[in-house]
């Protein structure tokens, strides 16, 4: 099964929950590491971001521009309950949005990409519905900024994404439930 993007965007809460080298995609793949408190080694994220420079991948860190300047990350990921402003020049941003309100929050932010969710069905416990694949496309033709689709994405609805007028999109769960699904999928 293949799905073509420009853009993948993987979700991480630890250095450990993706191997890098399954990924045989040479296009554009962004990681966002999101530790959620979690103390980690540091040696080890200085070496899993290595071999993100390595094999030219983006490397996100969330919510802790503390950490981006530490391990030279990429940029800094938003998650759409931080509504801080970071006023720094030549810092990426990307932002995450549920809803219009956060969409218009990220803009004001200044993130450059939009990470909207969910785009299908989940089977996540206090969980809003999704938006499906029509909904989404009206969004992103109302917005200038880059909107990348997550959530619900797994193997059974993969081909839905020919449809939606997005260059990427974004895996969570199903890079934690199956960390091999990387290399199957693309």
Do not use: W
């Not at 860190?61 to 030279?72: R, S």
């Not at 803009?107 to 206090?126: E, P, V």
């Not at 809003?128 to 609805?157: A, M, R, W």
């Not at 999109?169 to 199957?184: C, Q, T, V, Y």
């Amino acid at each position: 099964m293949f799905i073509i993007k420009n853009n993948y965007y993987f979700y991480i809460d630890n250095c450990g929950s993706i191997n890098l080298n399954l990924i045989k995609i040479k296009k554009k793949v962004t990681i966002i590491y999101r530790n959620n408190g979690h103390t980690e080694d540091t040696e080890k994220i200085n070496d899993f971001r290595k071999e993100c420079n390595r094999k030219k991948y983006k490397f996100y860190i969330a919510n802790n521009i503390t950490l981006v300047k530490k391990y030279k990350a990429d940029g800094l990921y938003l998650s759409s309950y931080n509504k801080k402003y970071y006023h720094q020049k030549n810092l990426n941003l990307i932002g995450s949005a549920h809803n219009y309100k956060e969409i218009y929050e990220k803009q004001k932010q200044g993130c450059n990409t939009i990470i909207l969710s969910r785009i299908f069905k989940t089977n996540y416990k206090n969980k809003e519905s999704f938006i499906g694949t029509t909904k989404f496309n009206l969004i992103t033709k109302k917005y200038k900024h880059k909107i990348v689709p997550l959530g619900g994405i797994n193997s059974s609805n993969l081909l839905k994404l020919k449809l939606i007028f997005a260059d990427g999109f974004g895996l969570l769960s199903e890079i934690k439930k199956k960390p091999a699904i990387s290399s199957r999928l693309f």
